[in-house]
């Protein structure tokens, strides 16, 4: 059974850091493409990063402005989210996602998905 299991998340201050974290279970890791996309309340889900199955190309949306940074460990099945300079704006429970083959940046895209993790930022 395939599993996407996200952590990491909570509370901060506006200003602060998280890292998140997304274990794979099921599936042979390193042929999958790996991306991070978020929703916030009464907003459509959002593509935020994502990195090939070796991690040489990470991807970002444009309104990170490089704060967060997307890695990955194949040898334990885990990519993670660094995030920096948080936001307000970035309040939004984050999902992991996986798709078999080459990166993509379209949610329609992966069809493998995670519970999500919350993460708030107060100002």
């Known amino acids: 059974q395939v599993q996407l299991v996200e952590s990491g998340g909570g509370l901060v201050q506006a200003g602060n850091s998280l890292m998140l974290s997304c274990a794979a279970a099921g599936l042979r890791f390193s042929n999958y493409a790996m991306a991070w996309f978020r929703q916030a309340p009464g907003k459509e889900r959002e593509f935020v990063a994502a990195i090939n199955w070796s991690g040489t190309t990470p991807v970002y949306t444009d309104f990170l402005k490089g704060r967060f940074t997307i890695s990955r460990d194949n040898a334990e099945d885990i990519v993670y989210l660094s995030m920096n300079s948080l936001e307000p704006e970035d309040t939004a429970v984050y999902y992991c996602?996986?798709?078999?083959?080459?990166?993509?940046?379209?949610?329609?895209?992966?069809?493998?998905w995670g519970q999500g993790t919350q993460v708030s930022v107060s100002s």
């Open positions: 996602a996986a798709r078999s083959g080459a990166l993509k940046t379209a949610r329609e895209e992966y069809l493998l």
